[in-house]
């Protein structure tokens, strides 16, 4: 049998679960070469940052790599303090995780006589499948998976010095209220408490505040009900999430709304999740299993109203840890730090004294174009194998073919769409 030459792109979790799953899946040798940026770290995501910037995923949920390094072990071993199943780690340290799964998936490859070569960041993809390194080296080759987070690394360099830079007492404005702003609010209050925090969003508001809840103990809606299965529909879903809330006779029909609706500020959430559970939180939280499917056999016009309210519904998934919250509510106690909704020119989101944490994927789009990727329709990038263009046998995973899958954007996630794409590879 002759040998595959394979190419990765990207160097983050994306890459370490094509790598596993080529080392499960494949006959015969691969030739696989992973074109990287150089980070420390793993990727963007794992990479070396300061504790402050911990998970927003909950020990307990981290399990997508056990079968190679058994992650609660590992934590018991390494960091003991931090090893219980309520915590959320700081990310270099999970990045310090992924360095070990990385190296036994290397030798388990070596072993089975593929062969795995690192190189240096790409320039382009041409329409032939040709891979341009930043050196002008080229080589073709037979398929190509792309996994290159938003396509541009943090400026926490950059971010920083412009922190430091701001006068003693003066005010940092902050543009966005997602999981990214949250990081940075946490850190500048870390790096400097005397200044103001100004953080201006379309909505005005953080996103949900995660209660204390194991995932597990929870019925996954799509998964045990058959007609949903069957006959996928938004609005059957809908209803059916609706009931399971208003079994809380007390607060289940406010927090339906409330996921539908998001109005609570940053202390009414915190308050709730920390004397109780939204009802909302564990359902959504464990109805991901089969989501991949059920929202691809949704009907057309509800896709469409998915994708315009997907900040509104579907990113209601990427909670934030109570730890944090707390930061930031007793900032807002103290007077230092306000949030309110409004929109910004982009020539102030660039300014001296402001951080952009928008995620608005332009960094993405311009990558796109490198590798020749027609993405007009911009939910239409990929296939359901995440094949984005059937001659170049090129797959894109991660944040790129976010909106494609109406869902949140994680890591275990980013492993199971690898493991189709690699199927979808070797199948043809
Ligand atoms: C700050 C942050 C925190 C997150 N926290 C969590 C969490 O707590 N839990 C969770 O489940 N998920 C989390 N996620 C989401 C998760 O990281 C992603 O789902 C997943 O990491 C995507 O993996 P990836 O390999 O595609 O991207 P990344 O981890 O971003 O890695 C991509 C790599 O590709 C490199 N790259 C970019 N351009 C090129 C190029 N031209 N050539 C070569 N390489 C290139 C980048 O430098 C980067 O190192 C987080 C994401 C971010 C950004």
Redesign the pocket.
Known sequence: MESRNIAI?????????ILDHLSKQVDGICNISV???N?TG??????FAPDE?????RNDS?NFFDHIVDFKQWLKKHHNDISSEFE?IP?RI?GSYLHLVKKKILNKLRLKGHRVEFR????EIDKKGTIVTQNGDYKYFSAIFV????????AIKENTIKIRNIPKNGTLNIVGSG??AI?WIILTNSIRPDIFINVVSKSGLFPAVRSSFSSSDYPNIIESNEELIKKPDLIKFLKILRNECKKDINYGLDDFINLLIPNRSLSEELSIAQKRIPVWQPLLYRSTVNYKDFFKALPEYQKKYLLKRRSKFINRRGMFPVKNAKIIHELIESNRLKIESKTIPDDEISAIDTINCTNDNLAMYE?LD?INIDCLDRNKIVNNNFKACVSRNLYL????TNTVNFFT??????YVHAEHAVKDYLNH
């Open positions: 792109v990207g160097g983050g979790v994306g890459m370490l679960s074109f990287m940026k980070t793993i990727g963007e995501a794992y990479r910037l911990i998970m927003n995923t981290i959320f990310r999970f240096e960041e790409i320039k996994s290159v987070g938003f396509g541009t690394d943090t999981l990214s990081d990558f490198r995973l991660g944040p790129a954007e994680v890591s275990s996630l980013t």
